[in-house]
């Protein structure tokens, strides 16, 4: 009985190791780090916008001011409306802080485990998108609409008592990172990931309505512009072209020779 057991430990321990490392350990480890790496350089960076308040605050108020112009100041309303269902907007402030981070960690491992020839395409392309962010934010802070006096947007995050619990005012926080909003960004990405490698039709549509859910979320709590939201969609569009680019060209298959033909 006891050497059954130990078999059928041993072969739950064998498929789990195929699953999650199966090209083996050592690269499971490398892409850990590779990605490690990657979140590692953003929190660096982010300290690049510290003493920079006054351009961030003026940054803020030119992008407020070109919604007037384009006819898309609509942050004031959808959060006015939001905070009247109080239920809705606490459910919208919890996603904020709890689901962004291991919403993306869970795709990232989904496509490593269960997609892992398409891993190289998403990792490269998660990569680029952060590079790209990273470069914005230490080119362009901008404070967000509620940072912003005269935007008559709130802090809700704040009032529901969860500033601090997001690292607001942790030593690596940015909170003028803005433009653009890589929350919606991430969850464009995860929308488009499903949509093309995930098997059910309705698990293929719910990263798309994941994506308007965060959407909504950064403009109703106050922490993004809705052109923040553009700028993010642009870098996952900027990031796919790099990340396509820099793929390695599939080798030729083979074509099949009859031995008429090789005789010939």
Same mark, same amino acid.
């Given at each position: 009985?006891?050497?059954?057991?130990?078999?059928?430990?041993?072969?739950?321990?064998?498929?789990?190791?195929?699953?999650?490392?199966?090209?083996?350990?050592?690269?499971?480890?490398?892409?850990?780090?590779?990605?490690?790496?990657?979140?590692?350089?953003?929190?660096?960076?982010? %300290? /690049?916008?510290?003493?920079?308040?006054?351009?961030? /605050?003026?940054?803020?108020?030119?992008?407020?001011?070109?919604?007037?112009?384009?006819?898309?100041?609509?942050?004031?309303?959808?959060?006015?409306?939001?905070?009247?269902?109080?239920?809705?907007?606490?459910?919208?402030?919890?996603?904020?802080?709890?689901?962004?981070?291991?919403?993306?960690?869970?795709?990232?491992?989904?496509?490593?485990?269960?997609?892992?020839?398409?891993?190289?395409?998403?990792?490269?392309?998660?990569? %680029?998108?952060?590079?790209?962010?990273?470069?914005?934010?230490?080119?362009?802070?901008?404070?967000?609409?509620?940072?912003?006096?005269?935007?008559?947007?709130?802090?809700?995050?704040?009032?529901?008592?969860?500033?601090?619990?997001?690292?607001?005012?942790?030593?690596?926080?940015?909170?003028? %990172?803005?433009?653009?909003?890589?929350?919606?960004?991430? %969850?464009?990405?995860?929308?488009?990931?499903?949509?093309?490698?995930?098997?059910?039709?309705?698990?293929?549509? /719910?990263?798309?309505?994941?994506?308007?859910?965060?959407?909504?979320?950064?403009?109703?709590?106050?922490?993004?512009?809705?052109?923040?939201?553009?700028?993010?969609?642009?870098?996952?569009?900027?990031?796919?072209?790099?990340?396509?680019?820099?793929?390695?060209?599939?080798?030729?298959?083979?074509?099949?020779?009859?031995?008429?033909?090789?005789?010939?």
């Amino acid at each position: 009985m006891n050497a059954r057991l130990r078999h059928s430990v041993g072969r739950l321990l064998s498929d789990a190791r195929s699953t999650l490392a199966p090209n083996g350990g050592w690269d499971a480890l490398r892409q850990v780090l590779i990605m490690a790496a990657c979140y590692a350089a953003y929190d660096v960076s982010r %300290a /690049l916008a510290q003493g920079r308040e006054a351009v961030a /605050l003026a940054n803020g108020t030119f992008f407020m001011n070109l919604e007037k112009a384009l006819g898309i100041w609509w942050e004031p309303w959808i959060q006015g409306r939001i905070s009247a269902c109080e239920p809705l907007m606490t459910i919208l402030v919890w996603i904020y802080q709890y689901a962004h981070l291991p919403f993306i960690i869970g795709a990232m491992l989904w496509v490593f485990t269960q997609r892992r020839s398409r891993w190289r395409l998403y990792r490269d392309w998660f990569l %680029a998108m952060n590079f790209i962010a990273v470069i914005v934010f230490a080119l362009l802070p901008t404070a967000p609409p509620r940072m912003i006096f005269t935007s008559g947007v709130a802090d809700i995050n704040f009032l529901h008592g969860v500033r601090e619990q997001i690292l607001e005012n942790g030593m690596m926080a940015n909170p003028f %990172a803005a433009m653009p909003s890589l929350h919606f960004g991430y %969850a464009l990405f995860i929308g488009i990931m499903l949509f093309a490698l995930a098997d059910g039709r309705w698990t293929r549509w /719910l990263g798309f309505l994941y994506s308007f859910v965060v959407l909504v979320t950064i403009v109703a709590t106050g922490n993004h512009f809705i052109i923040d939201a553009v700028a993010g969609a642009l870098v996952v569009l900027a990031a796919w072209i790099f990340a396509m680019n820099v793929q390695p060209a599939e080798a030729p298959q083979p074509s099949a020779v009859t031995v008429r033909e090789r005789d010939g």
